[in-house]
């Protein structure tokens, strides 16, 4: 079965802090995102990457950067962690190919700035 | 930017009765898709109507689209309190990615 794992479900912070958020997929999927939650806001999305080594900026890239060293594994960083950086954030994967394919989504990463 | 806007943004219904959600999005599409997320989950997707299509049945779900009005809806029928969760919406903006609304929160009372 498709899965997407994200290293942590739950994290809290420090301001000023560098984080990292892992994720992993076993699908052989070219294509993975980050995006995080906030409640009356839905998704949006930080980063995107659709190869090794290549990624392209979403909706809110500030204040966030990415990794993708190999297929399987996505990182978002937050450089110097702020408490409005506070949120749900999740990956998703999808394969190449078509307008719109289907994301599949981990469970989420809950992170706390304090 | 959000694209698709769910409607309504909450809905409370009692078990076996049906629930419909709309959305709605502003560009034309390729396709259109369905996702669920239960509590303190990610989403999971649920179905995908394509542009030509005007309706798509899985199980209980039914989806319909209308491109003339840029709108589409999902009904659960027989709802039960394991439906209980947030549905997005989310359209293809070009390749790869999707934009997904803010979600409609479905609570089902046993």
């Given at each position: 079965?498709?899965?997407?794992?994200?290293?942590?479900?739950?994290?809290v912070?420090?301001?000023?802090?560098?984080?990292?958020?892992?994720?992993?997929?076993?699908?052989?999927?070219?294509?993975?995102?980050?995006?995080?939650?906030?409640?009356?806001?839905?998704?949006?999305?930080?980063?995107?990457?659709?190869?090794?080594?290549?990624?392209?900026?979403?909706?809110?890239?500030?204040?966030?950067?990415?990794?993708?060293?190999?297929?399987?594994?996505?990182?978002?960083?937050?450089?110097?962690?702020?408490?409005?950086?506070t949120?749900?954030?999740?990956?998703?994967?999808?394969?190449?190919?078509?307008?719109?394919?289907?994301?599949?989504?981990?469970?989420?990463?809950?992170l706390s700035i304090? | 930017?959000?694209?698709?806007?769910?409607?309504?943004?909450?809905?409370?219904?009692?078990?076996?009765?049906?629930?419909?959600?709309?959305?709605?999005?502003?560009?034309?599409?390729?396709?259109?898709?369905?996702?669920?997320?239960?509590?303190?989950?990610?989403?999971?997707?649920?179905?995908?109507?394509?542009?030509?299509?005007?309706?798509?049945?899985?199980?209980?779900?039914?989806?319909?689209?209308?491109?003339?009005?840029?709108?589409?809806?999902?009904?659960?029928?027989?709802?039960?309190?394991?439906?209980?969760?947030?549905?997005?919406?989310?359209?293809?903006?070009?390749?790869?990615?999707?934009?997904?609304?803010?979600?409609?929160?479905?609570?089902?009372?046993?």
């Amino acid at each position: 079965d498709v899965k997407v794992t994200q290293s942590s479900r739950y994290l809290v912070k420090r301001t000023g802090e560098k984080v990292f958020l892992e994720c992993v997929q076993d699908m052989d999927h070219e294509n993975m995102f980050w995006y995080r939650q906030d409640p009356g806001l839905g998704l949006r999305l930080i980063y995107f990457s659709y190869d090794v080594k290549m990624k392209e900026k979403g909706d809110i890239p500030e204040g966030y950067s990415v990794s993708r060293e190999k297929k399987e594994r996505f990182s978002l960083i937050l450089e110097s962690a702020s408490t409005n950086q506070t949120s749900m954030y999740l990956c998703a994967s999808s394969p190449q190919g078509g307008l719109g394919q289907p994301q599949h989504f981990g469970d989420g990463t809950r992170l706390s700035i304090l | 930017s959000q694209q698709g806007e769910e409607d309504p943004q909450a809905l409370s219904i009692q078990e076996g009765e049906n629930a419909t959600m709309n959305c709605s999005y502003k560009t034309s599409i390729n396709n259109l898709q369905w996702y669920r997320q239960n509590s303190g989950r990610g989403l999971v997707h649920l179905i995908l109507i394509r542009s030509n299509e005007r309706e798509k049945h899985s199980g209980r779900l039914r989806v319909t689209l209308d491109t003339s009005k840029k709108s589409s809806s999902l009904l659960i029928t027989a709802s039960r309190a394991a439906d209980t969760a947030s549905y997005f919406c989310a359209t293809p903006p070009g390749y790869n990615k999707l934009i997904f609304g803010a979600g409609t929160r479905l609570a089902v009372h046993p």
